[in-house]
Every structure is written in structure tokens, then in C-alpha cells.
């Protein structure tokens, strides 16, 4: 299976990402309101980019069994963003480097990340809600598929090992890398403005 494969060979950077992610303050409950904002605005960045250069790279076909439509967390970090009072315009990721997307495979292998944080991030939710300086608030993203999420990651794993062949694998892995890698890029950057 694709979705194992690739689970495997991305855990390394994966694991990078988290540290970057304050996973470890998140489940320790010590998240401060200035972390959690960091938070937001990482992933704000991350998917305006990553959802405008994936999602709608994607062959038609693809973004409609997907509902792509339906994916596009961006607006729930706007919301997010809005509660918390921040803007993104002292934030300039633009010498970051972007992986090139060239073939589905890739672009697979960057929705799996994407995907996979929508995953990660129905568990994330509910320890920040158990967290007191961040109770007041709503927390868009992290709920943004609510109850669909195991339907929606169940639908994007029967994509992802129906398209990608043995031989393109390779691509999806290295993408994913590169993904998880530019995420970290994100989240380094901020972190670098506001920690």
C-alpha cells in the first residue's frame, strides 16, 4: 500500500515538523496564547501556498472525486486569524523555496502532508481545547472537518493508492519530504518573528 510506504519513508521529517509544531507543549498542556498563535499563522501561510499550488494543480478528475472545493482549510485560518487579532504582512516566506510540483505523484505525495495534518489535527483539537489560556477559543482549523474527517482521509487513501504506481512512488516520497520541509521552513521563519 502506497499510504504505508509513504508513512515510513516520511517519518523522519515528520518528526522534525512536530518539534517545529509545538507538539510537545500541545500534549503537555504548557501552549502558550502567543504559541498557539504562531500556530496559525504557520499554517495560514503553509496552505494559502500549498492549496493554490496542489489542490488546484490537480487533474480535474481528481479534484472533483476529492471535493477539493471542500478541502480548502484557508478560510478557517482566516477566521482563526480574525479572532486572534493577527496579520500576515510583516511576514515575507517569499525566499523560501517551494517544491516543483510537476506530475500527480508529486502532487499526491504533497496532499498527503496537507491531508495528514487535518488528521493529526482532529487529535490536536481536543487537547487544545484542554488547555486554560486557549479555552475561549474556537479553534477553525483544527475542527475543520469535524465528523467527516475519517470519511475524508478515507477517501483521499483510495486516491492516493489507486494513482500513484509502484514506479512514481519515488516522486510521492521525495514530495512529501520536501513538503514537510518547506512547512518547517514556515514555521522556523515565524517562530523567528515572534517567539
Known sequence: MIALHLKDKTA?????????????????????????????LINYL?????????????PETLQNELAIASRKKVTALQNDMRHLELDTSLIDINDISL?????????LGAM????????????????????PALQHL??????????EISAKWKAFLKVLNREISAAANEASIQKANETFDFIAAVARKVKGLYN
Not at 12 to 33: A, C, P, W
Open 138 to 147: 474556537n479553534f477553525f482549523y483544527y475542527t475543520f472537518y469535524g465528523e
Open 112 to 131: 498527503y502532508v496537507v491531508e495528514g495534518s487535518s488528521l493529526g489535527g482532529h487529535v490536536i483539537a481536543k487537547q487544545l481545547k484542554q488547555i
Open 46 to 58: 503553509a496552505h494559502t501556498i500549498l492549496e493554490n499550488k496542489v489542490y488546484d494543480a490537480l
Open 99 to 107: 517544491p516543483d510540483f510537476s506530475d500527480t505523484a508529486g502532487l
Open 12 to 40: 523522519g521529517r515528520h518528526k522534525q515538523l512536530e518539534k517545529e509544531m509545538y507538539v510537545d507543549e500541545i500534549f503537555n498542556r504548557s501552549l502558550t496564547l502567543q504559541q498557539y498563535k504562531n500556530l496559525i
